[in-house]
């Protein structure tokens, strides 16, 4: 077999310190503490599918201490001899241990729990040795009150808590083999049978698909609490969600995708917070560091970016004053934190990082390989919306997790297959087609294939043109904005009309998040220089300065940028855009002004004296300039410096021209009395 055996133990949650009994407190209290414990274990239900024996007899050891302690209240013993009192506090530790161990066996993974079968057992045997140690020292001749039962009923509890050996469990040793032959399989490419299948999960009590999600969340859920700890055993918890995800597909079907009352139809996954996101892959952040301008990045993401030649921020266009990336670790800690709040895995991709989960999880990899083949087949051979639907749905939630799942899904022929879903009449499925369709473009190898399949990218085109819902065409913006990110994919895009069209309406007319989708989409083709005149041609300007109250921080980057790359007369000849600048500049959020600062430099310089009229008309201008250069980022000092320096010269200029019409003026006067 090659998975060999390895055993990792389970997580143990210690009491907190609140939780033990100090000596301060009465020798009643403590008796009546230990009492509330061993009722609260007594009542919680023995394992259902493993660990059933080691679960119930230590349930019914429980049981009995329940009799010990109520006795003992009821005798109202109001000083305990000191050496039960030791004794007792003991007890205490070992019973919170007793039902955090229970606690974490049913709540948690039950494929986890399996292969740790030997070690869990381990742990239960342990803990009822020491129960028994302490119920040996337990000072019973010290306590005349209590009644002869009572009396033989510790020496019974004594007598059952002492086990030579820990008891494991044939079955469940059987069926850990069995899961493990299974993983074996997978790595060696072998398709699992389906009965053998069919009975391993069974036997785990993963009957349905809904069992199996929550079996899958639960995984994630130790994943989240073993990659920081433990490589091997976070690898292998991987290669078990493979495992049941394949299982899930084969055994039950696709999901039936569940949908939130809402009036977009959107889903219920989680969504990740806006600035968790990387504004270049829109995935979230494993690695986010921080570049020149301020912007934050996962850093494969910027790093590829600078790599392929670029010197601009992808997010405002602006030049990278130096390529340093500084790491965000505030940031990392409050996506880990939102991620362990919320059960999704978090893996940390720093260069140090040990694990390679590619090159190590290949039973991993293999499932989710299986699963996408499975799943895309179904789908060829599906005749109906609904079968279809689900399916989709199945591949949407596959690719939202790793680049390793998407590049499975798009190996797996899924693409084309896609395609004809995209102009469905069912707005559900249609959202699921063109969400799978974007997941998969974050995946770079994928990209070629989307752009390179004209069916695809027109289809793309057509939902964000014409889609359904808002949220149809906001994953389409979506997909325009990750194809974009390629220079060499940009152009292709931009001389499509109908692209720059759609994302203009959307921006107009769509929700806020539509609006950003589609907003990025468009700073992304304004990076390359030649498409400033197709944007302006498709009426850009006047939309973003349309949109700027709304969603500030992208519109003014966009007019920053055209303004910067040729389209600072368009700019300034938009009605209300030099006045819109200057009110972001003035009371828009921080991250809004800097743009707005380059944008207002660059329309100054080439628009001619109106626009510095129109700018010097602003109220409070020179103070607000003055504020930017003394707390403005770096750039948006050098920029607010640049942008003071033009408009003083521009005064003197004004000045000097007055003064010289009053000198023409006062000698053409003088002329005249002369006369």
């Not at 407190?25 to 660990?51: A, F, G, H, M, N």
């Not at 069926?175 to 049978?193: A, T």
């Not at 989960?357 to 179904?378: G, Q, S």
């Not at 948006?636 to 003083?648: E, H, P, T, Y």
Request: glycine content about 4%; some cysteine; proline content about 4%.
């Amino acid at each position: 077999m090659a998975v060999s055996p390895s055993f990792f133990p389970p997580r143990k949650r210690r009491p907190s310190p609140g939780s033990f009994i100090s000596p301060n407190l009465s020798d009643l209290k403590l008796v009546r503490s230990l009492l509330v414990l061993s009722q609260e274990i007594s009542v919680l239900k023995p394992l259902d599918y493993l660990q059933k024996r080691s679960s119930t007899s230590i349930i019914r050891k429980s049981k009995l201490l329940v009799i010990l302690f109520e006795e003992i209240l009821r005798n109202e013993i109001k000083f305990l001899p000191r050496s039960a009192i030791l004794c007792f506090e003991e007890i205490y530790i070992v019973l919170q241990r007793i039902k955090s161990l229970l606690e974490d066996c049913s709540n948690g993974s039950k494929m986890w729990l399996l292969i740790q079968n030997e070690s869990v057992s381990n742990s239960f045997h342990e803990l009822t040795v020491e129960l028994s140690t302490l119920l040996d020292i337990f000072p019973v001749t010290e306590f005349p009150n209590l009644s002869e039962d009572v009396k033989e009923l510790v020496v019974l509890i004594r007598k059952q808590c002492w086990e030579r050996k820990c008891f494991v469990d044939p079955t469940d040793k059987n069926l850990r083999y069995d899961v493990i032959k299974l993983l074996d399989q997978i790595k060696k490419e072998i398709i699992p049978d389906y009965s053998e299948l069919h009975r391993v999960f069974g036997r785990l009590g993963l009957i349905d698909s809904g069992s199996c999600k929550e079996e899958i969340e639960s995984l994630e859920d130790e994943v989240s609490n073993h990659n920081q700890v433990c490589e091997k055993s976070t690898v292998e918890i991987i290669a078990l969600i493979g495992l049941v995800r394949y299982g899930k597909c084969v055994l039950f079907g696709a999901s039936t995708p569940r949908y939130e009352l809402a009036s977009s139809s959107s889903f219920s996954e989680v969504v990740f917070p806006e600035d968790f996101r990387c504004p270049i892959s829109l995935d979230l952040m494993k690695d986010p560091v921080v570049v020149a301008t301020g912007q934050t990045y996962d850093r494969n993401s910027i790093s590829h970016w600078i790599d392929s030649g670029h010197e601009t921020c992808p997010k405002t266009g602006q030049n990278l004053i130096h390529m340093n990336l500084i790491p965000n670790k505030a940031m990392k800690n409050l996506i880990a934190l939102w991620c362990r709040e919320n059960k999704i895995p978090f893996e940390s991709t720093e260069p140090n990082d040990k694990i390679n989960m590619t090159t190590i999880n290949k039973a991993a990899m293999e499932a989710t390989r299986m699963t996408a083949v499975f799943l895309v087949d179904k789908l060829a051979a599906s005749q109906l919306p609904e079968t279809a639907n689900r399916i989709i749905f199945e591949l949407r939630v596959l690719s939202k997790t790793s680049s390793d799942n998407r590049a499975c899904i798009a190996e797996a022929g899924a693409i084309p297959k896609l395609v004809q879903y995209l102009a469905s009449e069912n707005p559900q499925l249609q959202v699921n087609a063109v969400t799978t369709i974007l997941n998969l473009s974050i995946f770079e190898g994928n990209k070629r294939k989307i752009m390179e399949s004209s069916e695809t990218l027109e289809g793309v085109i057509e939902v964000l043109r014409s889609g359904k819902t808002w949220e149809a065409k906001e994953n389409a913006a979506a997909t325009i904005f990750s194809l974009s990110a390629l220079h060499e994919y940009r152009k292709k895009l931009w001389r499509k009309s109908r692209v720059v069209k759609g994302l203009v309406e959307l921006a107009k007319l769509g929700p806020v998040s539509a609006k950003k989708d589609a907003l990025v989409a468009i700073l992304n083709l304004a990076g390359d220089r030649d498409a400033v005149g197709r944007l302006i041609e498709g009426g850009v300007v006047e939309m973003a300065v349309e949109v700027a109250q709304a969603v500030p921080e992208e519109a003014v980057a966009i007019l920053a940028t055209i303004a910067k790359r040729g389209g600072a007369l368009a700019v300034a000849g938009a009605k209300g855009a030099v006045r819109k600048l200057a009110e972001v500049l003035r009371d828009g959020p921080e991250t809004a002004k800097e743009s707005a600062a380059a944008g207002l430099v660059s329309v100054c310089r080439r628009g001619g004296t109106e626009v510095l009229a129109q700018l010097v008309a602003t109220p409070g201008i020179e103070r607000t300039i003055w504020e930017v250069m003394g707390m403005g980022t770096m750039r948006a000092r050098r920029k607010g410096a640049s942008l003071l320096r033009i408009l003083r010269r521009w005064s003197v200029a004004v000045e000097d021209q007055t003064a010289v019409a009053y000198s023409t003026n006062h000698v053409s006067a003088l002329s005249i009395v002369q006369t």
